[in-house]
């Protein structure tokens, strides 16, 4: 599976931006997927998934309310919405994918997308 993130960009604090991340593939609707970020200088962190069918999400606390992870397995595309953006979900972010447990642990994904920077000015 091959990933491309997209729709990362400079936003006010408060603003809203939608990322995307587009997979190659016939299988994309058997991958599980998720949402990850790393800021400069900090580790990559979990921000959320989304279960193969779209039935299960799991969200990070400091972003729970404000996200919403989404997926059209007619696209083979996973959709991060960021609402109420803050200075500190500045950072890099990156699409995953992986087959059947859900999980927050990067490591055990298994696919990346190349990222894409959103950066939230105060």
């Known amino acids: 599976v091959q990933l491309q993130a997209s729709g990362g960009g400079l936003v006010q604090a408060g603003g809203s931006l939608r990322l995307s991340c587009a997979a190659s593939?016939?299988?994309?609707?058997?991958?599980?997927m998720g949402w990850f970020r790393q800021a400069l200088g900090k580790e990559r962190e979990f921000v959320a998934y989304?279960?193969?069918?779209?039935?299960?999400?799991y969200y990070a606390d400091s972003v729970k309310g404000r996200f919403t992870i989404s997926r059209d397995n007619a696209k083979n595309t996973v959709y991060l919405q960021m609402n109420s953006l803050k200075p500190e979900d500045t950072a890099v972010y990156y699409c995953?994918?992986?087959?059947?447990?859900?999980?927050?642990?990067?490591?055990?994904?298994?696919?990346w997308g190349q990222g894409t920077l959103v950066t939230v000015s105060s």
């Open positions: 593939g016939r299988t994309f609707s058997s991958y599980v």
């Open positions: 995953a994918a992986k087959r059947a447990v859900l999980t927050t642990t990067p490591e055990q994904y298994d696919y």
């Open positions: 989304i279960s193969w069918s779209g039935s299960s999400t």
